[in-house]
C-alpha cells in the first residue's frame, strides 16, 4: 500500500521562504508530484522528481530522498497568491496518482 | 497554452439519476483520467483510461461508474443511479505517456461540481 503524510496548516510570512515536508511509505516508487490547489479550484502542476536531488523551477523547488521516503516543497520570495493548499502525490507508472491530504498554507503580510 | 475542459461547471441532480460528466482533454494527450474530490477531503483516483480501454480502477470506480471515449476529443465519466455519497467535485487530466518523466504529467481540468439530492 501507500502513505503519504504533509502537515495540515502552515502559515509564513510575505516575502519569506517556506518548506513543506512530505513523508512517504509505498511498495514500489515511480516519481512525486507537487501540485497547487486554490480552494474550489483544480489542481495545478508544479514540480516532478523522480530522481533524488533538487529540481528548480522559478521560485519553487521541489527535492527528493528515495531512501528516506521524504520530498520537501521550498516557495522563496512567498507572494499572498502563493495561499493555497499544496499537494504531495506518489505517482503509480500507469497513470495513478495518490494523493496526500495536502498542506494549507497561509500567507500574511 | 492546451488546457484540459470540462463540462457542466455544476450539476444539480436528484439521487437515483444518472448523469455524464464531459471532458476535453490536451489534444495530443494519451492518457486520460477522472479523480474526485469530496469537499475537504483529499483528491482520490478513480479510473486511468488508454487506448480505448481502462487502464486501472479504484475500489471506487464500481459498476455504478464507466467511462468512454465516445470520439475523438471527447472523454465521459457516466454515474449510474447517482447516491448522496456521489456528490463531489469531479476532475478529468490528461497526459501525454504513463512512462518518460516530464511526458507523465497529468494536467487536470477545472472540475465538475456535482451535487446529489
Known amino acids: 500500500g501507500q502513505n503519504i503524510d504533509q502537515p495540515t496548516e502552515m502559515t509564513a510570512t510575505e516575502g519569506a521562504i517556506v518548506q513543506i515536508n512530505c513523508t512517504y511509505q509505498?511498495?514500489?516508487?515511480?516519481?512525486l508530484f507537487w501540485y497547487q490547489q486554490h480552494a474550489g479550484e483544480a489542481p495545478t502542476f508544479l514540480s516532478y522528481?523522480?530522481?533524488?536531488g533538487l529540481e528548480e523551477k522559478g521560485r519553487f523547488s521541489s527535492f527528493l530522498s528515495r531512501s528516506k521516503g521524504y520530498s520537501y516543497l521550498l516557495l522563496k520570495e512567498l507572494q499572498m497568491k502563493d495561499s493555497a493548499s499544496y499537494l504531495c502525490?506518489?505517482?503509480?507508472?500507469?497513470?495513478?496518482?495518490?494523493f496526500g491530504q495536502g498542506t494549507e498554507l497561509s500567507v500574511k503580510p | 497554452e492546451p488546457e484540459v475542459t470540462q463540462t457542466p461547471s455544476h450539476q444539480v441532480t436528484q439521487m437515483g439519476q444518472e448523469v455524464i460528466l464531459r471532458c476535453v482533454p490536451i489534444?495530443?494527450?494519451?492518457?486520460f483520467y477522472w479523480y474526485r474530490q469530496i469537499l475537504g477531503q483529499k483528491v482520490e483516483f478513480l479510473v486511468s483510461?488508454?487506448?480505448?480501454?481502462?487502464?486501472?480502477k479504484s475500489e471506487i470506480f464500481d459498476d455504478q461508474f464507466s467511462v468512454e471515449r465516445p470520439d475523438g476529443s471527447n472523454f465521459t465519466l457516466k454515474i449510474r443511479s447517482t447516491k448522496l455519497e456521489d456528490s463531489a467535485m469531479y476532475f478529468c487530466?490528461?497526459?501525454?505517456?504513463?512512462?518518460?518523466?516530464?511526458?507523465?504529467?497529468?494536467?487536470f481540468g477545472p472540475g465538475t461540481r456535482l451535487l446529489v439530492l
Open positions: 487530466a490528461s497526459s501525454e505517456t504513463a512512462s518518460g518523466f516530464y511526458q507523465e504529467t497529468q494536467y
Open positions: 509505498t511498495s514500489g516508487f515511480n516519481g
Open positions: 522528481n523522480v530522481l533524488d
Open positions: 502525490a506518489l505517482y503509480n507508472q500507469g497513470g495513478k496518482l495518490i
Open positions: 489534444s495530443n494527450h494519451l492518457y
Open positions: 483510461f488508454y487506448n480505448n480501454e481502462i487502464s486501472e
